[in-house]
């Protein structure tokens, strides 16, 4: 891409900005094995890195708390679903079941850029020993990938989340969420990623009123790639500066399976739990997705 068109993009994403954002992962792929050649010539120009966002492995966002520096392709679009079962334990605790957990993703004119939308997802709820049922807040995106070398990738990702949900499972304000995104391959089998989030987070304080606070969440990935296919297994630590309105810090960790069946369909499935006590309670989750792109 020449220099005008990159800047045009970027132009297009700093608009994307003010507007709308993304919220889910950073994927490293193997690196491509070298082709062998009988007679090597020196050469004056080296050639370029090739670009590491190609699989659905490595664009595919879910379900880890940090989010991909890959886009998705011009000419391509990306859905992503998911169910998760979250178990609140202490006083007052009980399950959350939320699904589908739509992101929606479609590639621009420029291959580095893509606009994403997060549907409503349903919540089934008994925490508190009182059955609730609504849906959350709806979400807009858009990812720019800034780069990429031989060995590691990185980006930006911005995220507005409207207050369209029920009392129990939205926001009630609008939320905003700023990342930096980065991937760093260490060999064909090993690879980090993680992310640094802004976030103008919302919930509903203990007066029953919507109440905005910042929250800092840094992440942090380790990946594994497996023998026998196109699959990886991966660990995660997030922090969150802020649990909630007048709340501390919070730590999630979890890990994952993932594996690709052909270059269309990605199934996961994960396990993460929260060792952090708030109110005398602490939390951990099941869930499994399947994701699609064309």
């Known amino acids: 891409m020449n ?37 090597p010539t020196a050469s004056a120009t080296p050639s370029a890195p090739s670009d590491p966002c190609g699989s659905i492995l490595s664009i595919v966002n879910r379900p880890t708390f940090g989010t991909g520096v890959c886009t998705v392709r011009t000419g391509h679009f990306d859905i992503e679903n998911g169910y998760t079962n979250t178990v609140t334990t202490g006083q007052g605790g009980g399950n959350t079941a939320a699904y589908p957990q739509s992101l929606i993703r479609v590639g621009t004119f420029d291959p580095h850029l893509d606009f994403e939308l997060g549907p409503i997802t349903e919540n089934h709820s008994s925490v508190g020993g009182v059955a609730s049922n609504g849906s959350s807040d709806l979400s807009l995106g858009a990812k720019y990938e800034l780069g990429y070398s031989s060995n590691a990738d990185w980006g930006i990702n911005a995220v507005v989340t409207i207050p369209t949900g029920a009392k129990a499972f939205g926001a009630g304000n609008a939320q905003y969420t700023g990342n930096f995104n980065w991937a760093y391959t260490i060999n064909s089998e090993f690879g980090l990623s993680g992310t640094l989030g802004f976030n103008a987070f919302s919930a509903y304080n203990s007066a029953g009123v919507p109440q905005s606070y910042f929250a800092f969440a840094p992440t942090l990935e380790a990946s594994a790639a497996l023998p026998g296919g196109p699959s990886q297994i991966s660990a995660e630590y997030a922090y969150f500066s802020s649990a ?49 792109m064309n």
């Open 244 to 292: 909630g309105p007048n709340l501390g810090g919070k730590s999630w960790f979890d890990f994952i399976y993932q594996r690709d069946f052909g270059q269309h369909v990605q199934f996961d499935v994960e396990y993460g739990f929260s060792p952090t006590l708030i109110n005398g309670q602490k939390q951990h989750y099941i869930g499994a997705g399947l994701s699609f």
């Open 3 to 39: 220099t005008i068109a990159r800047l045009a993009s970027a132009a297009t994403f700093a608009c994307a900005l003010g507007a709308s954002g993304a919220v889910a992962y950073a994927q490293t792929s193997p690196s491509p094995s070298p082709v062998a050649s009988p007679a």
